[in-house]
């Protein structure tokens, strides 16, 4: 394990410790079983993380540390973690799962390596936006985490009816109008939103219509571009960077070309 990941590690276990530290609800995360832990403690030293109801199943860093310099990866430690979990290490298990499952999810564009296109050992190519294009799960999870995010904006301005008014467009009428969700500003002008929803960082590239590009330009002033990333379906939780304006602002690269025959 190279000093750069080491110290990204140690930077989300230490955020991990602080969060219990702090954070006044009781944290629970999700093993690999798909269980819930009981709630988080710290160790009386403060620097170790364990559960209320399994005090020998402490997680410090220096074991998280182990376990990660033998898998350096997370989808390494997913294949691996069940059918070697009493090799080295002390024997970790279902529990150090759930604590390493929380640290990669917070490094994982890092890890990723800012999520260009990777040629594998086979050359191909891996196209991450080309990936999220085609989960339609993902797309669908990240619409409606759209549509709770703008009913809450509307909520916290006291536009409560406006906020029930939000339709999910792409959900209730088909994808055919350019556009994903509709909502309000706070003076109860439409506003347009088309949904692009990542796993990876907010640089990761993204596709999009013809026909939402020709929607976008045609409804310019009321046209919004909500780029939904580091988005978690499980936890349904992510971050977004709304940009205003038509899509065409964008560096665009065709991709493909539609032909006939002469």
Sequence with gaps: MNDELKAKIEEAYNNLVLKVKHTK???SLTMKSGKTTAPLLLTTNGKSI????????????DTILKICD????????????KSDRSQGVGGYNNYHWAVLNELWKSID????DKKEPKEQGNGRVIDYAMEDAKNEALGRSGEEWVVSYERDRLKKVGKDELAKKIQHIAKEKGDGYGYDVLSFDENGKERFIEVKTTKH??????????????KSIEMKQQYYLYRVYDFDMDNHVGKVEIIPGDLGQFDCTPTEYRATLK
Aim: with cysteine.
């Design 25 to 27: 609800e009781p944290i």
């Design 50 to 61: 364990t559960f209320s109801d399994e005090v020998s199943k402490v997680t410090s860093l």
């Design 70 to 81: 033998k898998y350096p990866s997370y989808e390494a430690f997913k294949n691996n973690c």
């Design 109 to 112: 564009s890092f890890l990723d």
């Design 201 to 214: 960082d907010k640089h990761t590239p993204f596709y999009f219509t013809e026909n939402e590009l020709k």
